[in-house]
């Protein structure tokens, strides 16, 4: 063991006059622990709220978006083979999107429409292809449906896929007859009267997000274009599905490459810019917030250290009279605010990766189900956050021994002992 190593160790152990000194260390220690294991929960639950939330959007959004939503698009099939040759599309799927109202016996609810391709393998859109109950396949030809509700709206063989929360505020389910009232209905001597169309309820989503599971509602292209009366094969636009979601800018760019200005042509990341943006300073700023307990804790590390050389003087005296360098002395009191430090991190690490282990294994912390899009408190660590908060505790640390150090090693032997 090193000379200095030694001497800040045996620093460390309590004597009768300077446990005082030794009780300040301790403190200084559970406070860098504290903020290391507060930084590391914090940023793993802010990790796994992100992730999640993340997952959330990409199977309730295409992934890249080609719309024009005044022209349309004719000749789409076209379009589609060339996408298609682009690196990295699995699928391209066209729809139609309008905005109509649902009805049942028990209530009348806004609805955002969009008609997609039924058949031709799954959907583009993630959250279709594992319905909580129903059938995708059963948009074109719904099997048998309950005839209840307005039997002067006749019953057309046509189906329609919504949302949980929707289904369970309208008290309907797979089998149910709705009815979809379309503005642009009949012209009268009173003015246009909105157009009334039944549907059958033929599966029901959910993402656990509120705004898509109770607004949302998946019909057939075809069910589409006759609703808003469209005689043409034109749709609004066409999704995309890609091999890896996070290289849909990529695809973008090489797809608006492709087919020019015409098109706008839009990613799920520029869909929830404001929202991935608002989480990023979010975790940025508690970080800096949480930061401030590390760094109280080495304001403790001066003290106890400042106290401990104004305590041994007369050693330094000696220890520099007998032939130990200035270098040494500093080296000394540096070693042994780092070895709080590092003590105080360590402690913090392994109570931070516990608690965000339990977290993530019992679930314990229940959150508000329509409140959330989860209803527990995900955590997921990363290692460049664990990283990170590891070196930044123990160089605050030792950045807080830097000052005492060069005050132990600034004292003159002579005067010290003169002194005494």
């Known amino acids: 063991m090193r000379f200095e190593l030694f001497i800040a160790l045996r620093y460390l152990r309590a004597k009768r006059r300077q446990t005082f000194i030794s009780v300040i260390s301790v403190f200084s220690m559970v406070g860098v622990a504290l903020g290391v294991a507060s930084l590391i929960v914090a940023m793993g639950i802010m990790n796994g709220f992100t992730t999640e939330l993340r997952e959330k959007i990409m199977g309730a959004t295409p992934q890249v978006v080609i719309y024009n939503l005044y022209e349309g698009m004719q000749d789409y099939e076209e379009l589609r083979l060339r996408i298609l040759e682009v690196p990295g599309v699995l699928s391209v799927t066209p729809f139609l999107y309008t905005e109509l109202a649902i009805s049942s016996p028990r209530g009348v609810k806004g609805l955002m429409t969009r008609g997609i391709e039924s058949e031709g393998g799954p959907s583009s859109v993630a959250m279709l292809n594992n319905l909580l109950s129903g059938d995708l396949r059963y948009l074109n030809h719904p099997p048998d449906v309950d005839e209840g509700g307005d039997d002067s709206v006749p019953l057309v063989a046509r189906g329609i896929i919504i949302g949980k929360e929707l289904a369970d505020n309208l008290q309907v389910g797979v089998g149910s007859r709705v009815n979809l009232l379309v503005p642009s209905g009949r012209r009268g001597a009173a003015g246009v009267s909105p157009r009334v169309v039944s549907f059958a309820v033929v599966g029901v989503f959910s993402t656990g997000m509120l705004h898509f599971d109770g607004s949302l509602g998946f019909i057939s292209l075809e069910a589409a274009r006759e609703i808003m009366g469209i005689k043409d094969e034109r749709v609004n636009g066409l999704e995309l599905t890609l091999g890896d979601p996070f290289k849909a800018d990529q695809a973008a760019l090489a797809v608006g490459g492709l087919l020019g200005d015409r098109y706008t042509v839009r990613t799920w990341m520029e869909s929830n810019v404001n929202l991935f943006a608002a989480l990023k300073l979010e975790k940025l700023a508690m970080g800096i917030v949480l930061s401030l307990i590390v760094l109280v804790a080495s304001f403790s590390i001066i003290a106890s250290l400042i106290m401990l050389v104004m305590e041994k003087t007369r050693d330094i005296a000696v220890m520099m009279s007998m032939g130990a ?84 090693s600034g004292l003159e032997p002579a005067e010290a002992l003169r002194a005494e």
């Open 325 to 408: 360098t200035r270098k040494a002395v500093s080296k000394i009191f540096r070693l042994q605010g780092l070895i709080i430090g590092l003590t105080g991190t360590a402690f913090g690490f392994a109570a931070g990766c516990l608690l965000c282990f339990l977290l993530r294994r019992y679930k314990f912390i229940q959150l508000p189900e329509k409140a959330y899009p989860m209803n527990y408190v995900p955590v997921l660590l990363q290692w460049q956050d664990l990283f990170l908060i590891t070196l930044g505790a123990v160089l605050i640390c030792y950045l807080a021994t830097l000052y005492p150090a060069r005050q132990a």
